[in-house]
Each structure stands twice: as structure tokens, then as C-alpha cells.
């Protein structure tokens, strides 16, 4: 028999109205590609409101999903083929025919391609039309326009060029000068396919790296080579596949040696039939072949249904977590104080579907609401962000001044961290807004996530709020009393996320005990509850690898939260030098040290120990703080060690920094209780060394990067092992949004890997 071949069209050939026939006859598809993407895509493709198909973020899987739809048509009613090929686009539903991966992947592929393309604005990209259109680059060459590149090779008589604007006019002058053809300006945004793609490539490929893909079991004629792909090289390919050009014409040629004669395009549209009819027209005649060549990689022929993997990164957690917070994943990147959790951080992963939590811990309200402002610019007013509300222990009057910003500028999402008691402050925010619903059942407008290890503290946020506590907050006007009577049937944390062991503030709590003990705890509260609802428990704390967020969700988390990997990350609001660091960690790299904000209690924060002597002189502050009356009761060698290398500056110096500290921020009496208590004097002077300590390290102070203090925990250590040898092995690939994807997607490959095994196991006759 004749070989058979498949080939996908590519961006371009999207129109309005496309799939029409497809989309009520697979609506398995169709409601898959909704959930991935969180709009309906049959009205994107049928009605293209506000022309949205010729937006690459947009068009792309818009594409995917129809091309997708024609090869379920056609796979109903015919064998599959011999070979697979794509343009562009087209090759991720080669690929998927291939059995490279399934729908659901290949669509989130899809999209954060589109998205990233879509970033590289301002070229543009010439078709060249004509008998002479393969001289083109010579001609250009010769006339000393390199600006441009040869973006695809689509047949003997068209390619097309790429580039910025100016560089195009130029080429477009020369081949008209030179008669070598026809040139047709493309209606695209950017310049696909060249040089100009480099960033996008890379950050793509960096994406590219947190997957595991099948190797194709029907060849699939690669762009970037014009082969056929090899074992192992699904990532490899795709990533160059952004800024290499398309050799299309050579990927048909080959198609023609190996015997195709009269391919099936699979797709709107017939551009690629008519691009196959050039390149035959022009090829020499080829000898017959009955058999397609042996593809790159034997696997057992299975449908291609049964090729996808039972277990994936969308469907971990709690499907009501998802919704309920507008997530493609039950995933949430939690806040780091100081704004290390940056606004570009919670940026990058609202429009990549995710959500995380801007750091406001130590940061004055005038800085938080210029957070708040550029999240609101950046994101809309329903932009998908949240924010830390962290507990002060010591300055209630910051609580409420940051609460009274969170309700000004209407945020829904509030990550509770550091607490041990509710607060006023944290049960207004809460019920501001709450009421009931005409039948009764009490509703709010926001939702508190808390942070917590202790199992009291974790009952406490899991009932509503004491009822002596709420009638106090309606006397002082911070309710009302129908937002406080709701309250009584609302608890006061929706979600719970266990904290073990992790950077910063850590009770060095095990997962494993944990959080099998707080889901006993959450369906005992459920049970004796009016509602009878039960709370959703995630997992925080030590997640660096697939492995471990996997084990979370095996342990019933309902999400998981990521700390320490997104601090060395390029969106982390922290120095290069930190995040070098950082990307140099083991896992045994950590140590405990003493809590700058709650020295005198003994509060114990886990940092990074290597490259740094943070650790070991934040202890020894604290020792002299056990042991000593006051400052003035240090030995003369005490003092001077601390002034020469520990302060690098004389402790009279660093008491009047410290005082003035309190008193800028309207906390003079405890620069007043320090004038009479040495001991109180000598935790300001210590505490000012810790606040420093952080700023340095966040500033990258190379002068003082021996005591830089960098919250971390093991996690980092075990994120650069799972790294090494990838493109996210160098932190400056790695952006949020990607540690996310390879730490969900990862996880789901280890449990359908471990899913598989057991069931094979248990398939096994006993011997």
C-alpha cells in the first residue's frame, strides 16, 4: 500500500466560524479544552468576539483545538497514517496524534507558546511569492539587508521572511527591484520564526523542561530538521521550533522520497494541500515505496486514546479549589515578606491561570498600596492575585491599617500567616461584605486563607468567629450587625494551608504527621458544624520536587502552596546575588536561627547557611541576650566583636538608628521603654541588626554578604537537584509560572508512573 501521511495547518489559518460541523459531535473534547483554558472555545472559533483569532494568544489554541477535533473526525473512519507532519502550530497536533502527549497537555503547550509569542511585539513577517522566491536570500545578502530572516521554506515558490518592520520595507524593495516575486505583507504581530524569537524560545524551553513526553509512536516530521523526531528530543525540538524556521519544503520532500503521494490536511483550510502540489511539481520523480520507512522509535501501536496518561497536572487537588479560586491548577505560590513575593510575581502567575500571594510582611501601608495599584493596573478589576496579611504581634495598629487597605481596594484573597489567635482586624476583612442569601445561608465576599501548624490554631480558623468577639467589632462600627450575624455561621478560614517545615517562621512541623492529624481535624469540625461543610486543606512547606508535591496530594491535600523554590526565580523581588546564592543550594544548606521580629520569645526562622554567617552570629546575639543584663554588662571583648565584625559599626551608632526607626513609625514608646530598660535596649539594638540583615541581602550588599539573612528551607536544595541538567538548572530561565508547571506536571507523571506500576504488579500471576 501507499504510504499515508497526515499534516496539521498553522497559525493563519484560523477564520471565524471554523470546526462549525466538528464541535457538538465531540463535546468530550470541547468541554476538556474549556476546563484548560477557561473560556468557551466554540464561541471563540464560531463568533470571534472582538476579533480575538487574529490574537496569538488566541489563535493558537484555537487552532489546536479545531485541528485537534478534525483528526477525532477523521480517526473514526479511517486507519491511522504512516507519517504526521505540522506547520508550525500544527506540529503539536502531529504530536499528539503521534501519541506524544495527550489533549490536555498539548493544549497548555499550545497556549503558553501563544502567550509568549504573543510578547515578542513589533516585527512582522513577507510572504515571497514566485518562481525565483529561493534566491531571495541571496539577493539579499548581496544588497547588505540582514536584518531579516528566512522564517519558512514553505515551497520551491514561497517563502517568507521575518523581521522588524524597517528591515522588511528594505527586503521588500530588493526583490521587487530584482523581480524574484510577489511580496504579501502577513497579518501576524511579531517576528515568528527568526532571530527576534530568541527570548521567547528560551523561556519557552525553560517551560518546556517541568514536562515528560511519550517519543512519538508514527513518525512526526520535525520542523526545525526536516526529520523525523529521534527518542527523547519532544522538548528539544519544540523549543527550538520557536525561533528556527520552518522547512517545510523539505519535511514534503521527504514525505515524497518515502513514498507519499496524496497527504490528508487535517484543519481548516487547504493552504498546505496547496503547498504539497508545489513542492511535488517541482521534485524529481521519486521511486515507488510500499512501506513507510522504520519511524525513529518502535513502541506498541495503541489507539491514541489509550495512550494518554490516566493521571494530570489539572486534575491533583480539589476540582472545587480550582473553581472557586479561577485556577488551572490546585496550586498557589504563597507570600515571602518584604515583597519579595513581588508584584511581577503575582503578575506572571495571574496571566499564566495560577495565583499567588504579594509579600506585604515589613512593609509600611504607603508601600502596600502601591502594590495594590500596579496589581489593579496590571490585572483588572477581577484580576486573580491575593495578598499577606501577616500577624503583628507587636503593632496591632499595622494590622488594622493594612486591612483597612485590603477593603478599600476591594481584595477578595488575604493569606493569614503568623498567627496564633484571631484578631479584630483579621475577622473584619473576613466579614465585610458577608450577608445572607434569601434562603438563609450565610455568604462572603472574601475568602481568608490561613497559614498554620498547630492544630489549635487550625480549629480556631476553621469555626466561625466567638460571638463576644463579633459583637464587639458591631459596638466599634467595624460591622454591621448583618455582616457579624452571617458571621456566626461562617468560618473564618474557607482554606486551611499546613505549614511544615519551610523557610522563615517554621515550628518544624513533619508533613507526614502533620497533615494526616489536620484533615482529622477539618472533618471533626465539619461534622459538628451547622453547615456541615468541611474546609480545604493544603500543603506548604518542603515542596521542591515533583515527588514531594505528589506525596502531598497522595496525603489528601486538597492544594499545595510553594515557598522557597519561587525566591530564586527572575519575577522574586530579590537581588541577583541572593538568587545566585540560592541556585547553589543543597538540601542540607539550611539552618535555624533566632526571629528577628520576635527575638526576646525565641522565635526560630530556618535560613540559608551556605555562603553566609547569618546563622551562627544570629545565635550568638541571642545567647547575649540570655545571658546578659544590658549592653552595658558585655565584656570589652564582647563589644568590640560585635562592633568590628558583626555591626561593622559602634553599638551607640546602631542604638540611635534603632530609636529612630520606632520613632518614624509612630511606636515611641518603645524607644522610651528602652531609655529605662537595658535589657529592652539590648533586644532594639539586636533587632536592628536583623531588620538589616534582611535589607542587604534583598538590596544585594555585596559588602555585607557574609551576614545576608535568606529565608529558606530544604526545598530550594531539592529543586536544584531535580534542575540540574535543564534549562531551569540557570535561575534566570526559571519564572514563576515555569517551577509551577514542572512541579505539577512532574508530580502528575510520578503518580500515573507509580499507578501503572502498581497495577502491572498486581496484574502479575504469582510464580
Sequence with gaps: ???????????????????????????????????????PVRDLCLDDPGGRLSDTRYAQPALYVVNALAAAERAGREPEPDWLAGHSLGEYNALLAAGAFDFETGLRLVARRGELMSRAAGGGMTAVVGPDAEKVPAALAEAGVDGVDVANRNSPEQIVLSGPVEALRAATAVVRAAGLGRCVPLRVGA??????????????????????????????????????????????????????????SESMRLLLERGV????????????????????????????????????????????????PRVTAGALGSAAFRRDYGLRYAYLAGSMYRGIASTELVIRLAEAGLMGFFGTGGLAPGRIEDALRT????????????????????????????????????????????????????????????????DGTAVSRRRVLAKVSRPEVAAAFLGPAPGALLDRLVAEGALTAAEAD??????????????????????????????PAMLRLR?????????????????????????????????????????????????????????????????????????????????????????????????KLYQLY?????LGDLTAGQTRALEETVFRRGLDEVWRLARDHYLRTGRPQEAERAERDPRHRMALVFRWWFAHTTRAAIEGAADEKVNFQIHTGPAIGAFNAFAAGTPLENWRNRHVDSVAEALMTGAAEVLDSRLRAFSAASATPAQ
Design 1 to 39: 500500500m501507499t504510504p499515508t501521511a497526515w499534516l496539521f495547518p498553522g497559525q493563519g489559518s484560523q477564520h471565524r466560524g471554523m470546526g462549525r460541523e466538528l464541535f457538538d459531535r465531540h463535546p468530550g473534547i470541547v468541554a476538556a479544552a474549556d476546563a484548560v483554558l477557561g473560556y
Design 191 to 248: 517576528a515568528f520564526h527568526s532571530r527576534w524569537m530568541a527570548d521567547a524560545a528560551r523561556e519557552y524551553a525553560a517551560f518546556l523542561a517541568g514536562w515528560r513526553f511519550a517519543d512519538p509512536r508514527i513518525p512526526v516530521v520535525a520542523n526545525a530538521t526536516a526529520r523525523p523526531y529521534e527518542a527523547g528530543s519532544v522538548a528539544r525540538l519544540l523549543g527550538e521550533q520557536v525561533a528556527a524556521p520552518v522547512r517545510w
Design 261 to 308: 503521494r496524496d497527504p490528508a490536511e487535517v484543519g481548516p483550510g487547504s493552504t498546505l494541500r496547496g503547498l504539497w502540489r508545489a513542492t511535488a511539481s517541482a521534485a524529481p520523480a521519486a521511486p515507488a515505496v510500499t512501506a513507510p520507512a522504520a519511524p525513529a522509535v518502535t513502541a506498541p501501536v495503541v489507539p491514541v486514546a489509550a495512550a494518554a
Design 375 to 438: 496589581l489593579r493596573a496590571a490585572l483588572g478589576p477581577g484580576g486573580r492575585f491575593g495578598m499577606n496579611l501577616l500577624h503583628s504581634l507587636d503593632d496591632p495598629a499595622l494590622e488594622d491599617a493594612t486591612v483597612a487597605l485590603f477593603l478599600r481596594h476591594d481584595v477578595r484573597f488575604v493569606e493569614a500567616a503568623g498567627f496564633t489567635r484571631l484578631t479584630p482586624a483579621l475577622v473584619r476583612y473576613r466579614l465585610s461584605g458577608a450577608h445572607r442569601a434569601p
Design 486 to 515: 452571617a458571621g456566626r455561621d461562617l468560618p473564618v478560614g474557607e482554606e486551611i494551608c499546613v505549614e511544615s517545615d519551610s523557610g522563615g517562621h517554621t515550628d518544624q512541623g513533619v508533613a507526614l504527621a502533620l497533615l
Design 523 to 619: 472533618d471533626r469540625v465539619a461534622r459538628e458544624s451547622r453547615s456541615g461543610r468541611a474546609a480545604r486543606v493544603g500543603a506548604s512547606g518542603g515542596l521542591g520536587t515533583p515527588e514531594s508535591v505528589a506525596a502531598a496530594f497522595v496525603l489528601g491535600a486538597d492544594f499545595v502552596m510553594t515557598g522557597s523554590v519561587n525566591q530564586c526565580t527572575v519575577e522574586a523581588g530579590t537581588s541577583e546575588l541572593v538568587k545566585d546564592m540560592l541556585a547553589g543550594a543543597g538540601v542540607q544548606d539550611t539552618a535555624y536561627a533566632p526571629a528577628g521580629d520576635m527575638f526576646e520569645a525565641g522565635a526560630r526562622v530556618q535560613v540559608l547557611r551556605r555562603g553566609t554567617l547569618f546563622p551562627a552570629r544570629a545565635n
Design 626 to 630: 540570655r545571658t546578659t543584663a544590658g
